[in-house]
């Protein structure tokens, strides 16, 4: 089970706007850095969002990320079909035994 | 631009080491630290450890008593070993680089295109 929790699925139509939340305990989200991944099917995953709300070169402003408190939201304006994938968040969890955690992802359709 | 390439086994044997390289071109291996990822088929990510070029590691709890890593600057490598393998270990194994700030972690912003293993006789 997962540290960090997503919902398994959302689904929009083209053009639409979602949201894909991600909240955990504050050893985690609260005290770290969030990123969002994006893994379209049978790809390696892909940096969408770093340091909460930063998006790497070549990722289209469509994407955002923002983090309050103890959850992290990634959002995506304007989907588009080639938008549909698994959306995973992950921060460092400094907990005692300082390890690296994964939601368990969000599958986006695009209807 | 940094890429990464997973080598090693696609098939091992229940109760072998699991052995994993990941080769970094087109930059240096050296001031960064690089992680390692699973993912079961249909299932979601798995991080299993991250080091340091300097040999510094820290493991996820549930696999920290199988797992070593190691890195080779001299190379531009860094490895993975797991003991005891099951098959719950089949899973896409994927490299990837850590990238870290002044204090915090970022995100993983390169990764290697994984590789395959399964467990199995």
């Known amino acids: 089970q997962s540290v960090l929790t997503q919902p398994p699925s959302v689904s929009a139509a083209p053009g639409q706007n979602v949201t894909i939340s991600c909240s955990a305990t504050?050893?985690?989200?609260?005290?770290?850095?969030v990123s969002w991944y994006q893994q379209l099917p049978g790809t390696a995953p892909k940096l969408l969002i770093y340091?909460?709300?930063k998006r790497p070169s070549g990722i289209p402003d469509r994407f955002s990320g923002s983090k309050s408190g103890t959850s992290a939201t990634l959002g995506i304006t304007g989907l588009q079909t080639g938008d549909e994938a698994d959306y995973y968040c992950?921060?460092?969890?400094?907990?005692?035994?300082?390890?690296?955690?994964f939601g368990g992802g969000t599958k986006l359709t695009v209807l | 631009q940094v890429q990464l390439q997973e080598s090693g086994p696609g098939l091992v044997k229940p109760s072998e080491t699991l052995s994993l390289t990941c080769t970094v071109s087109g930059g240096s291996i050296s001031t960064y630290y690089w992680s390692w990822i699973r993912q079961p088929a249909g299932k979601g990510l798995e991080w299993i450890g991250r080091?340091?070029?300097?040999?510094?590691?820290n493991y996820n709890p549930s696999l920290k008593s199988r797992v070593t890593m190691s890195v080779d600057t001299t190379k531009n490598q860094f490895s993975l070993k797991l003991t005891s393998v099951t098959a719950a270990d089949t899973a896409v194994y994927y490299c990837?680089?850590?990238?870290?700030?002044?204090?915090?972690?970022?995100?993983?912003?390169?990764w290697g295109q994984g590789t395959t293993v399964t467990v199995s006789s």
């Open positions: 992950g921060t460092w969890d400094s907990s005692l035994s300082a390890f690296w955690v």
């Open positions: 340091d909460n709300n």
């Open positions: 080091i340091y070029t300097s040999g510094s590691t």
């Open positions: 504050s050893s985690n989200i609260g005290n770290n850095y």
């Open positions: 990837a680089r850590l990238a870290k700030g002044t204090l915090l972690f970022r995100g993983m912003d390169v």
